[in-house]
Structures are given as structure tokens and as C-alpha cells.
Antibody, heavy 123, light 113 residues
Framework: EVQLLESGGGLVQPGGSLRLSCAAS????????MSWVRQAPGKGLEWVSG????????YYADSVKGRFTISRDNSKTTLYMQMNSLRAEDTAVYYC????????????????WGQGTLVTVSS | DIVMTQSPDSLTVSLGERATINCKSS????????????LGWYQQKPGQPPKLLIY???TRESGVPERFAGSGSGTDFTLTIRSLQAEDVAVYYC?????????FGPGTKVDIE
């Protein structure tokens, strides 16, 4: 059974940093591209960042480029998101998401989602 | 970036009736090399993560009821729920996954009348 378990969310002050983790199990992690998708309270979905199965290619939304860094450790089957210079508008539930198919490419729909971890940026 | 729009913002449908949601992309998401539309539909119920319903614009994900159908090509797409059930109350999103950033539409809320 595919499982994605996010952790690392919490309350942080504007300008602060957080590191999100997503522990994956139930599939060959290195064969799948992964993404982070966020949802601000009461709002829609926003794709934030993605990484290929090998980790060799990374992708970012303009809203987080230069502040967030996605990475993965295939030996630990874990996805990460380092978030720096956090702003109030980064407040959201952050979902870890797996791209469909075992090619490792990112250009595929998301077929599994974690339950999300809440990040609140506030003073 | 590709901008995704959806219409309507919300709709209320009677049980057993048809619900139709439209999605439009600001540029084509049809990839000519494989003739596939890089367009997916997701359902999100309150307090839950999204669930993939449709991919490649018209392919139903495993386990998704046949009453859900996707259609369209290029820049214009439709999700049809043929006979609305109570459990279909949710917000529905389209997403293009051809070009990064892989943008979502703003969502369409479906309620029962």
C-alpha cells in the first residue's frame, strides 16, 4: 500500500525557515517523480514544486522560486522541502504528492497524496 | 505560465441529474508527439486530500465510477458527472501537467439541490 506521511509543519514567524519531510513507503520511491502541492485555508490547490525520480531535475512555481528548495533522499525514501524567507502568504496545508507511473518523469498526473502538514506563518 | 480557468465556480444539481464542469487552459496542453492532452481532474472532499479522477483528459483512474467522464482537447475540457450521487459533493479541480509550473484551475464546488 502506497503511503505518504508528511511532517515538519508548524508555526513560524515571517522571515523564518522550516523543513518539511515526506516519508514514502509501499512503492519503489526512486522510480517516481514527487511534488509538493499546497492549499491555503479555504482556498484552492497550488502546485509548488516537483522533482524527478532521480532527483536530477527540479521545478518550482514562481511564487516560491529562490526561497524553497525541493530535494529527495532515495536511500531513505524521503522527500524534503526546505522553506526559507517564509511569508504570511505561504500559510497553507502542504501535501506530498506522487506522480503516476514509474518512469520518474514529472509530466504526469498525481495519483497519490499524503494527508498534508499545516504551515502557519505568523508573528 | 499556463493559466487554468474553470466554470462555473459552483453548481447545484439534483440527485440523479447531470453535472458539467468546464476547464480552459491559456495555451494548448495537447502534446503533438504523442497526441495526448496533459490534463487531469481531481475531486476533493472536505478535510481530505484530492483524489485523481481522470487523466489524459478522458482516462478514468482505476476504481473511479463510470458516471465520471472527461472530454475535450487542446485548450477546452469538460468533466461530466452523469448521474450525481450524494457522495459526489466536493470541489473539482483540473490541472495541466505538460509545462511547469503544473497549474491547477480554481476549482468548482458541486452541491446537491
Amino acid at each position: 500500500e502506497v503511503q505518504l506521511l508528511e511532517s515538519g509543519g508548524g508555526l513560524v514567524q515571517p522571515g523564518g525557515s522550516l523543513r518539511l519531510s515526506c516519508a514514502a513507503s509501499g512503492f519503489t520511491f526512486s522510480n517516481y517523480a514527487m511534488s509538493w502541492v499546497r492549499q491555503a485555508p479555504g482556498k484552492g490547490l497550488e502546485w509548488v514544486s516537483g522533482i524527478s525520480g532521480s532527483g536530477g531535475s527540479t521545478y518550482y512555481a514562481d511564487s516560491v522560486k529562490g526561497r524553497f528548495t525541493i530535494s529527495r533522499d532515495n536511500s531513505k525514501t524521503t522527500l524534503y522541502m526546505q522553506m526559507n524567507s517564509l511569508r504570511a502568504e505561504d500559510t497553507a496545508v502542504y501535501y506530498c504528492a506522487r506522480s503516476q507511473g514509474s518512469s520518474g518523469y514529472i509530466e504526469l498526473p498525481v495519483d497519490y497524496w499524503g494527508q498534508g502538514t499545516l504551515v502557519t506563518v505568523s508573528s | 505560465d499556463i493559466v487554468m480557468t474553470q466554470s462555473p465556480d459552483s453548481l447545484t444539481v439534483s440527485l440523479g441529474e447531470r453535472a458539467t464542469i468546464n476547464c480552459k487552459s491559456s495555451q494548448s496542453v495537447l502534446y503533438s508527439s504523442n497526441n495526448k492532452n496533459y490534463l487531469g481532474w481531481y475531486q476533493q472532499k472536505p478535510g481530505q486530500p484530492p483524489k485523481l479522477l481522470i487523466y489524459w483528459a478522458s482516462t478514468r483512474e482505476s476504481g473511479v465510477p463510470e458516471r465520471f467522464a472527461g472530454s475535450g482537447s487542446g485548450t477546452d475540457f469538460t468533466l461530466t458527472i452523469r448521474s450525481l450521487q450524494a457522495e459526489d459533493v466536493a470541489v473539482y479541480y483540473c490541472q495541466q501537467y505538460l509545462y511547469s509550473p503544473f497549474t491547477f484551475g480554481p476549482g468548482t464546488k458541486v452541491d446537491i439541490e
